[in-house]
Antibody, heavy 126, light 107 residues
C-alpha cells in the first residue's frame, strides 16, 4: 500500500526557509490524487498548508500563500514544501498526506486525506 | 466563511453513543471527512464521502450530513476511541480547511 515519509531539517533559523520532502512509496505520485501538506503547532489543531497535483497545479492556504511553494518531482516520486521567512509561529509537526477528491452523481463533492506520513517536527529557533 | 466549527470537547460513557458536529458553509457542497488523532500520532481517516469507512475502521463510526452541518457518530464508544477528532473539507475557492477539533473523553 502507499506509504509517505517526510524528511528535512528539524531546526530552522528565524527568517530562514523551511524545506521538507515527502517520499511516496508503494504507488505513483502521478495517480489521480492530490498531495498535501498539513501542519500542527504544539498543542494546537491541524492547519492545511496546501496541495499539488502531479501536473504541477497547486492550491495554497491564503494565510501562507506569500511564503509557500509546493513542488513535485515525478522522477523521484516525491513532492516538497518550502516555507520562507519563518518565525517561531511556524514551529510545528509537518505532515504530508495523499488526497482523494471527486464528485458524486448528486453533484456533491468529496475531499479526504487517506494516507498520512508519520510527521516530522520542525522547530524555528536561533 | 470557509471555517469549520466544532465543539471543543465532549464526553461519553463507555458503550454509549456520542455525536460530534462540524459546521461550515463549505459543507453545503462537500462531504466532510473525519480524522481521529491520538497523542503523538498522525491523524487517521475514519469517515469520508457520504458515509464511507476506510478498511480497518470499526463500523461503530458513521457519518451524516445535513445543510451546513456534518456529524460523526460513535455508537458504543470504546476506551480506545478517546482522541481528538477533526473534520475537513475543501471550500469553493479550492482551499482545504480543517475543523477546530473536538476532544472526546470516554468515561
Amino acid at each position: 500500500q502507499v506509504q509517505l515519509q517526510e524528511s528535512g531539517p528539524g531546526l530552522v533559523k528565524p527568517s530562514g526557509t523551511l524545506s521538507l520532502t515527502c517520499a511516496v512509496s508503494g504507488g505513483s505520485i502521478s495517480s489521480s490524487n492530490w498531495w498535501s501538506w498539513v501542519r500542527q503547532p504544539p498543542g494546537k489543531g491541524l492547519e492545511w498548508i496546501g496541495e499539488i497535483y502531479h501536473s504541477g497545479s497547486t492550491n495554497y492556504n491564503p494565510s501562507l500563500k506569500s511564503r509557500v511553494t509546493i513542488s513535485v518531482d515525478k522522477s523521484k516520486n516525491q513532492f516538497s514544501l518550502k516555507l520562507s521567512s519563518v518565525t517561531a509561529a511556524d514551529t510545528a509537526v509537518y505532515y504530508c498526506a495523499r488526497v482523494g477528491v471527486g464528485a458524486t452523481y448528486t453533484n456533491y463533492y468529496y475531499y479526504y486525506m487517506d494516507v498520512w506520513g508519520k510527521g516530522t517536527t520542525v522547530t524555528v529557533s536561533s | 466563511s470557509s471555517e469549520l466549527t466544532q465543539d471543543p470537547a465532549v464526553s461519553v460513557a463507555l458503550g454509549q453513543t456520542v455525536r460530534i458536529t462540524c459546521q461550515g458553509d463549505s459543507l453545503r457542497s462537500y462531504y466532510a471527512s473525519w480524522y481521529q488523532q491520538k497523542p503523538g500520532q498522525a491523524p487517521v481517516l475514519v469517515i469520508y464521502g457520504k458515509n464511507n469507512r476506510p478498511s480497518g475502521i470499526p463500523d461503530r463510526f458513521s457519518g451524516s450530513s445535513s445543510g451546513n452541518t456534518a456529524s460523526l457518530t460513535i455508537t458504543g464508544a470504546q476506551a480506545e476511541d478517546e482522541a481528538d477528532y477533526y473534520c475537513n473539507s475543501r471550500d469553493s475557492s479550492g482551499k482545504g480547511v480543517f475543523g477546530t477539533g473536538t476532544k472526546v473523553t470516554v468515561l
